[in-house]
């Protein structure tokens, strides 16, 4: 068992999905806290840096879309 406080990290990358965004914040950071959450805002949109307010909010502007899910994961990893 860990002795001293544990360090968490909540990622998660949205692009326009309110519902979904409100959903997983509210869910981790009810279990660990907004200073622990952070939000890959894709496209920079302004939605995404009301809602997710408190967190840790990173921009990742538009890009080339192709190959975008290699791109993603290797970014997320």
Known sequence: MPSG???VACLT???DD??????????????FGPRSLYVINHS????VRDVANGANVI???????ARF???RWRFLN
């Not at 921009?59 to 879309?65: H, S, V």
């Open 18 to 31: 309110e519902v979904f965004l409100r959903h997983w914040l509210r869910h981790y950071g009810g279990l």
């Open 44 to 47: 920079d949109g302004e939605m």
């Open 69 to 71: 899910d290699a791109q």
């Open 5 to 7: 406080p544990l360090s």
């Open 59 to 65: 921009a990742l502007p538009d890009g080339n879309l």
């Open 13 to 15: 990358m949205v692009r």
